[in-house]
């Protein structure tokens, strides 16, 4: 493994990241995982590199043009939204192929 990358991951205080430089790719407005969450993380990690990027007004799943129109699940008292974004679907894809060609072995 030569670098890592993730869509929407849950980051939570003790989680240890990979070794490796990683990419995070967060909607600010999911509310599945918190994009805060995961900039608190990488505010607090001496990894280097640790990009996370963020995206103003993108839903969880963002990336998935099966989500639109936008589902939303009621699981007992919270309510999660999944949402298709095709300007965040492109710049994350663009980001990611970007951060791959930057850090894989070649």
Known sequence: ITAVAAYYPGCYPGLQL????TLLLLGLADNV????DCLKLASQSPQTPLIVKTYPGAHHNFAIAEFSPPETVHVLWQE????YDPVSAADAEKTLLEFLQENTVK
């Open 18 to 21: 990979s070794t490796h430089p």
């Open 33 to 36: 995982v918190s994009a805060n």
């Open 80 to 83: 999660f939204t999944s949402a």
